[in-house]
């Protein structure tokens, strides 16, 4: 009870802590599993101090081995949710790392993570993407 009265004003000022503090719960392992699946559909809806806290959430639990289960374990996992954040709302996303270096730390060591992993995992064949800016046609291709 004493949790839930200290969320909402804590949501609002864009601290993330409560977030956290839901691991302290009696029956943290049931609402992580409820909560990772809403905090990253939430993802996708919002932005600003908003975005920082759920995506700093999200890390947190993922880096702590906090798993979802039931319906909640066909989650795609904090990597491919960071890349197609960033894939499908770059914008939102970019203005909200330029307010907080921490979330453009973040976001760029999951990237790299992902890049390496790929890398590895191809071998010798390394990776090929094409990258194309928003409104041109012309693409970049990058190897790696």
């Known amino acids: 009870v004493e949790l839930s009265q200290n969320i909402y004003p804590a949501a609002l000022s864009g601290d993330f802590k409560w977030l956290v503090g839901l691991l302290e719960t009696q029956f943290a ?81 999951t990237v790299y993570e992902v890049l390496n992993e790929m890398k590895r995992s191809n071998g010798e064949d390394g990776i090929r993407m094409l990258v194309r800016r928003d409104k041109e046609d012309s693409t970049t291709e990058i190897y790696m």
């Open 29 to 109: 392992e049931v609402v992580i599993a409820s909560a990772i699946p809403q905090l990253t559909k939430a993802l996708f809806l919002e932005r600003g101090e908003v975005l920082h806290a759920y995506t700093h959430a999200l890390h947190y639990y993922h880096r702590n081995n906090i798993t979802e289960c039931g319906d909640a374990g066909q989650s795609e996992g904090f990597s491919a949710t960071v890349l197609r954040l960033l894939s499908t709302r770059s914008h939102i996303c970019c203005a909200t790392m330029d307010r907080h270096p921490d979330m453009y730390d973040m976001m760029v060591q």
